[in-house]
């Protein structure tokens, strides 16, 4: 599956916990948490991670 597509994107921002995550499928699940390991080394990072601007920049 694909890390960045509308789904994904839409998912994360609207629900963004990984205690969430049992709610979702496997294949879901993982790419929730690769996300939100992107998400927390950005942020770590001293910056902001915005997934739907990196879904508009592949689109």
């Known amino acids: ?3 960045f ?16 995550d049992h709610k979702y499928t496997k294949e879901i699940q993982e790419v929730r948490k690769e996300i939100r390991n992107l998400d927390q080394e950005t942020k770590k990072d001293g910056g902001v991670f915005e997934c739907k601007s990196m879904l508009n920049d592949f689109m």
Do not use: P, Q, V
């Open 1 to 3: 599956m694909e890390l």
């Open 5 to 20: 597509t509308r789904e994904t994107a839409g998912n994360y921002n609207s629900d963004h916990y990984a205690n969430n």
